[in-house]
């Protein structure tokens, strides 16, 4: 089957982050710390083996797939996302999460280059979705209309819930976030960047030392900066003026959000070396805010901080 593109609305592909570059150990439980949300009973988790079996279910409805890695935050706001319009939805389609580093193959299937990336399977034929967190009315909208075309091309049945086991013990529940934190994610969910930067910043005012926060507001800052940036022009901008220093920052910023983070990193270091007084310090400082929406144990970050001191003294 066809679908137009007109006729799936656009969607905001803001914090899909690349995953040629990243390397990350293996997926902690659902329910876990570090892991998705406990499957409903219109959600599976899939991996190569089981994968033939998703694509046979898509000739009875609708299959949406998330492929999701452990490392993206976002990955998880969307696995929740999904995982309440399932609930929702009841049957009328099947979620299926992948875990994108753990089973490359179907990611590679898939076409996908960025976490999160949802597509559809519908009658054995892959239908691109969305990547990045778009809001809970976008996804709905995207929802109903593969719903939609799955009726107009004949495939009609419903997704039958997974059956509960009794005697199953009891898996551990993800301690809940602090407020503040919660109060971030949600905001985040809903796309709403000024509501998780004041949580943030708040969680800051009363816990200096508050990692998680900090991080997390790096993460906003990024986010709001690439918000409304034209890719194109702003490379282009900056391959006319290498010193440039706004121009340079930008394309650091669209580098680690595609996931090119040690060509952000290198772009901002060697512009260190040709800066100085606030123009040097204002570089500095964006390494900085960059090393924290990476994580400060990343080897890469690691690296940089090595060279950003070498560069400076």
Same mark, same amino acid.
């Given at each position: ?99 994108? +580093? @753990? ?8 076409? *996908? $280059? ?7 399977? /519908? #009658? !054995? ?110 490379? +282009? @901008? ?8 706004? *121009? $340079? ?7 680690? /959000? #595609? !996931? ?54």
């Amino acid at each position: 089957m066809s679908q137009s593109p007109q006729s799936r609305p656009r969607l905001d592909v803001r914090g899909a982050v690349d995953l040629s570059a990243l390397n990350r150990p293996a997926t902690p439980p659902p329910g876990t710390p570090g892991g998705l949300p406990k499957p409903g009973p219109y959600v599976v988790d899939v991996d190569e083996a089981s994968f033939g079996d998703l694509v046979r279910r898509s000739t009875q409805h609708p299959v949406v797939v998330l492929l999701w890695a452990t490392w993206s935050e976002l990955s998880m706001q969307v696995a929740t996302l999904l995982g309440s319009l399932s609930d929702e939805d009841a049957g009328r389609w099947l979620l299926a999460r992948v875990d994108a +580093e @753990a089973n490359p193959q179907i990611a590679q299937a898939f076409q *996908a $280059q960025s976490v999160p990336t949802v597509v559809a399977v /519908l #009658g !054995g034929q892959p239908i691109p979705l969305f990547q990045g967190a778009p809001s809970r009315e976008q996804v709905r909208q995207v929802l109903d209309q593969l719903v939609a075309a799955a009726q107009a091309n004949g495939v009609t049945g419903t997704a039958q819930p997974a059956e509960a086991v009794d005697d199953e013990p009891a898996e551990p529940e993800e301690p809940p976030l602090p407020p503040l934190h919660q109060a971030a994610y949600d905001a985040l969910t809903n796309d709403d960047l000024a509501g998780a930067r004041a949580a943030y910043e708040q969680a800051l005012l009363e816990n200096p030392r508050d990692a998680m926060a900090r991080a997390g507001l790096a993460q906003v800052g990024l986010l709001e900066r690439t918000a409304d940036l034209d890719g194109r022009a702003a490379r +282009e @901008a900056a391959a006319d003026a290498p010193r440039d220093v706004d *121009a $340079q920052l930008a394309v650091a910023d669209l580098d680690l /959000l #595609g !996931g090119q983070v040690d060509d952000a990193f290198a772009r901002l270091i060697d512009l260190v070396r040709v800066t100085a007084g606030d123009e040097r310090e204002r570089v500095r400082l964006r390494l900085v805010d960059l090393f924290e929406v990476i994580g400060g144990e990343d080897p890469r970050v690691v690296t940089a901080r090595r060279a950003l001191a070498s560069a400076l003294y």
